[in-house]
């Protein structure tokens, strides 16, 4: 693989930047002022998958960017039974977009990783994001200057695992898919997508939780430095 590479293209969310760990920190920002009585540990707990099974319908177009934002919440208060607007609803959506970024936990060892591969590979980023929130998270996490390019899906007018946002990204990169890798954390959007593509990918699974035997998987951001 180290023969043929030249460029590296990275999933954000979930991949480098932890998505979970800053999540937290927005919605306890926003509960312990607007909404005291929510403990933001169990309420996390309940929004994780719902936030992922959204974003997994988002992904193929079923429902709308507005739909993913107003759902995720709403469907979490309802498991939690618990009463609130949709004016407050849709306030706490606005308030989480706008902390979000403010926070900059990355995942162990990207700094580490990043500035392991820069001297020899071009990096880039491929994110199913949406663009302002993903270019504030980049730059507020101090990541941004290690990347040539960064494609999201509102630039492509598609999202992973379509395959014309790896072809929009690889136009914007000028490389050829052979010399092409993609590492993310999601197996359907960054690993099947890329690879039906016809890009190599590797599958960042922090918790173990695939069973993929035919895809090459790391645990650790560091493994990288084995690989490549």
Avoid at 82 to 94: F, G, P, R, T, V
Avoid at 149 to 154: A, G, L, M, Q
Avoid at 200 to 216: G, M, Q, R, Y
Wanted: charged share 25%.
């Amino acid at each position: 693989m180290k023969d043929t590479i030249t460029d590296i293209f990275f999933d954000l969310d979930h991949t480098l930047w932890d998505f979970d760990k800053n999540s937290i920190l927005a919605f306890d920002k926003i509960f312990k002022k607007q909404h005291p009585t929510i403990d933001t540990n169990a309420f996390i707990e309940i929004y994780a998958p719902i936030n992922q099974a959204c974003w997994k319908l988002y992904q193929f177009d079923k429902i709308t960017h507005e739909e993913l934002r107003y759902q995720r919440l709403k469907q979490s208060f309802d498991a939690m039974n618990y009463a609130i607007s949709d004016e407050d609803i849709n306030q706490i959506s606005i308030d989480y977009i706008n902390f979000l970024p403010d926070n900059n936990q990355l995942f162990d060892g990207a700094i580490e990783v990043l500035n392991y591969l820069k001297p020899n590979y071009n990096l880039h980023i491929i994110t199913n994001g949406f663009a302002e929130v993903q270019t504030r998270k980049l730059s507020n996490s101090g990541i941004q200057n290690y990347f040539k390019t960064v494609t999201n899906s509102e630039m492509a007018g598609v999202k992973k695992p379509h395959p014309n946002i790896f072809e929009f990204a690889l136009s914007l990169a000028k490389v050829s898919k052979n010399n092409a890798l993609m590492i993310g954390d999601c197996i359907d959007a960054d690993v099947r997508g890329a690879i039906n593509f016809g890009i190599k990918a590797i599958l960042f699974d922090e918790t173990s939780k695939h069973n993929e035997t035919d895809v090459l998987t790391i645990n650790h951001l560091s493994e990288l430095k084995n690989i490549l």
